[in-house]
């Protein structure tokens, strides 16, 4: 379990506090003072994959999120993605495809969408996770992801049984595209996640 510290600095108000004449901004400045909260995230897995990127089991706003991203000085960057345990688990289960795309290398081009537009592909030796949206016909790459070089990706990989350890949440959940409503095509395209650019329209 992580602590993370959070310092908030309250300022005086004028109305309660009025200046007092003579006194210098120097000694003013103490009716400002900075209030610590130490606030305890649930971290349950933190694993280095190397050049400064992470691998965290974590809950973030109630939901088990996987977060896979880079870090500088211990502060969280955009360069990331953060999968829910649906997207995960297709991820995992996707990686016999994703190690059979790298070892083409350059032959084929693997693009497996995870769920909420969220997709993985394979070009060259990289693997690229990100968040995609659709503003027209096709659906384009945004800056919201992270492209994995080869040997994060083999640590990311090699991690997953340790990630396992720490989702038991995981054994029993049964991804949406799995689910009994989605056993029509209908059902399917209904589906924020598995058709979230068109399943509002149907």
Known sequence: MSRHVIVLIIASNRNRHPLIKGRSLKRQ???????????????????????GRYVRV?????????????????IPTKKGVSLPLGRWKHFVESVETIDDALNTKYLEFYNN?????????????CVDIRQYW????????TRKGICLRADEYKRLK????????TLPELDAFVPCYLQSDH?????????????????QNL
């Open 29 to 51: 400045s103490i009716l400002c003072r900075p209030v610590v909260y130490i606030m305890e995230s649930a971290t349950r897995c933190d694993i280095h994959i190397g050049n």
């Open 58 to 74: 974590q809950e973030w706003k109630g939901d088990l999120r996987v977060d896979i991203r880079e870090w500088d000085k211990k």
């Open 113 to 125: 969408h995870l769920g909420g537009n969220v997709y993985c592909t394979v070009e060259g030796v």
């Open 134 to 141: 659709k503003p027209a016909d096709t659906v384009i790459p």
């Open 158 to 165: 090699d991690s997953i049984p340790q990630i396992g350890q």
């Open 183 to 199: 056993q029509n095509q209908l059902g399917m395209l209904s589906c924020a996640e598995c058709n979230p650019n068109d399943s």
